[in-house]
DNA sequence: TTCAGGATGTACT
DNA sequence: GTACATCCTGAAC
């Protein structure tokens, strides 16, 4: 039986003067769909420059090598890019995109299964000053507010908030430098009003028209106000 | 608010 | 040579 990761599986890592509650690799072991879904609602943590930046996962999709059309690896095919999608769970696969930007994925199931979630969304939740640089290059409190709207809401968007490319392909996510979380106390942060009541809605991926069948699986997972 | 088009580098055929 | 798990800008409405 495997364990999906709750509280009483984390993980307690001592890091300059703080105690990180980190969700585990058993997490990620679990069934790539069902983990895309359990990723929602939980916070991403980013070390950057010894400031941590959390941002709350609202939108994910699943990518499933075995049978899926759309993921890099679909029929176990392994290649240098691929490579860590065959290896343990709980690893970051980042690549670039068009050119210009990165996704960033989490490695999900036994090695040998290659499998990830791809992080689609976030909504920030600490480190807003050091996001809004990174991001835009400018203060929060002179963001537009086509910006402010644009903020985190997409694979490439929320990369560059968070300083994540190419380089950081194959980052432990059991780690201190990049994890998840249930909440941000578990990071040592502080934590935000809770949102409005939220639903589970699942649905197509985006940008994947070319994986024929595949394109219909409704992998998508995101939290909308209920 | 919506839409078209261009930017850009890597992996893979 | 082609495709790509994207994003931004500017124009038109």
Redesign the pocket.
């Known amino acids: 039986m495997k364990s999906c990761g709750g509280a009483a599986h984390r993980v307690l890592v001592y890091h300059w003067g703080d105690f990180l509650a980190i969700l585990p690799r058993e997490f990620y072991r679990n069934d790539t769909v069902g983990t895309a879904r359990r990723l929602l609602g939980k916070y991403l943590v980013r070390r950057y420059q010894g400031e941590l930046l959390a941002g709350r996962i609202t939108e994910t ?1 699943a ?1 499933v ?1 075995r049978c899926d059309k ?4 679909y029929g176990y ?6 490579a860590i ?1 065959f290896g343990e769970p709980g690893y970051a ?1 980042l ?7 990165c ?3 989490f490695v999900t199931e036994d090695a040998g299964e290659p499998a ?3 992080i ?1 969304s976030l909504s920030p939740a600490a480190g807003l000053e050091t996001i809004s640089r990174l ?2 290059g400018v203060r929060p409190e002179e963001l537009t ?3 402010k709207k ?1 903020f985190l ?8 908030g968070f300083s994540l490319t ?1 380089r950081d392909n194959g980052l432990d996510l059991t780690g201190d430098q990049l994890f998840v979380c249930d909440s941000p106390a578990d990071a040592g942060l502080p934590v935000p009003p809770l949102p409005p009541a939220e639903r589970i809605c699942e649905g197509r ?7 024929e069948e595949a394109r219909d699986f409704p992998w998508r997972f995101w939290l909308e106000e209920a």
């Open positions: 999709e990518y090598g759309a993921c890099h690896a095919r392994k290649t240098a890019r691929t999608l696969y690549y670039l995109i068009y050119g210009m930007y996704c960033l994925n990830a979630v791809l689609r991001r835009f507010p086509y910006r644009n809401n997409g694979p490439g968007k929320l990369c560059k190419a991926r985006i940008g994947i028209d070319y994986a």
